[in-house]
């Protein structure tokens, strides 16, 4: 959240690859946009005509292994939530994402392959102030052992993820970071998504994990990681739960000003949250970054916040 004006990409962008889940080749472009145009998804279809939906918490149509957006005509585009955890890590505000598949490319299971195409293209800021979503008061969904809640935090937006498998490799793990594109980048982009090999046949015969391989996923066995290259952090499985929850809370639809802790959680609790908070309208509110984002004990807040808009977003 670098400044107080609305961003979008300098120039458009392109990467290719294969959906982890169908395992279909795609090309995805990133386009500039315009102010308020949010993150906008254009799916170009096989007959020749272009589906567009905005990425919002509204256009979810399934969470079960990953983060799928559709309308009334069907499913647009899943696997989403590394790429939005990219422009909204970075901070941009505003992209048209053009995509020829059914599936955004997994790339190497994390973010760094975004991060580094939207550094290619750079950034310029726009006319109008940045808006933000400020949680005023906390909202808590719990489904078993999982909980999710995001809560106020005057200091920008925070992320506190804190997982617990039955493994020797990974058993409790928590972490808890500010989110500022330099965080980001350093701690959270390079976390790659994780699988169990005693999952896979069940995965590939309901139709899942058909494009995954050891260049896109950790795959773990009882004892082991079975990637040449090993981990990337000490902790990747619990990074890689941050970046999801990133990607998956940017359907907000504009940044959020709060903290997000969540427990046991995955796509689906993270949607439960988000969904939980846009349905109470006493629990948020739209405001206008006023000033320049200051630096305060390494942390990120808002200067001045303009007087604050209705709960609908556009």
Request: hydrophobic content about 45%; charged content about 25%.
């Amino acid at each position: 959240m670098k400044g107080a004006k609305q961003t979008t990409l300098r120039d458009h962008v392109a990467v290719s690859g294969i959906g982890v889940h169908s395992g279909l080749p795609v090309t995805l472009t990133m386009h500039p946009a315009d102010d308020d145009a949010g993150i906008v998804f254009q799916r170009l279809c096989d007959d020749g005509t272009t589906r567009e939906i905005r990425a919002d918490v509204r256009a979810v149509t399934a969470t079960e292994f990953a983060t799928v957006l559709g309308d009334a005509d069907g499913p647009l585009c899943s696997t989403a939530e590394h790429l939005l955890a990219a422009l909204r890590g970075l901070g941009v505000d505003n992209a048209i994402i053009e995509i020829d598949g059914p599936e955004v490319p997994i790339m190497d299971g994390s973010a760094a392959a975004f991060v580094d195409a939207i550094d290619q293209a750079g950034l310029t800021m726009r006319a109008l102030p940045r808006r933000y979503i400020e949680v005023i008061k906390p909202v808590r969904v719990a489904k078993g052992e999982a909980i999710g809640e995001l809560r106020p935090y005057e200091h920008g937006f925070r992320v506190e993820a804190e997982i617990q498998f039955d493994h020797p490799l990974i058993g409790h793990q928590a972490l808890a970071l500010d989110i500022e594109a330099t965080t980001f980048r350093r701690e959270v982009a390079r976390a790659r998504t994780f699988g169990f090999m005693k999952d896979v046949s069940k995965l590939w015969s309901a139709g899942y994990a058909l494009g995954a391989s050891f260049d896109n996923t950790l795959v773990i066995t009882d004892d082991r990681v079975l990637n040449p290259e090993g981990l990337r952090f000490s902790d990747e499985f619990v990074r890689h739960k941050v970046l999801d929850a990133i990607g998956d809370l940017a359907l907000a639809g504009l940044p959020l000003l709060a903290a997000y802790r969540t427990v046991r959680g995955g796509h689906k609790l993270n949607h439960a949250v988000l969904t939980a908070l846009m349905a109470d309208r006493s629990a948020w509110r739209v405001v206008e970054a006023a000033e320049p984002v200051r630096r305060t004990r390494g942390r990120a807040a808002i200067d001045l916040v303009a007087a604050a808009f209705g709960p609908e977003v556009a």
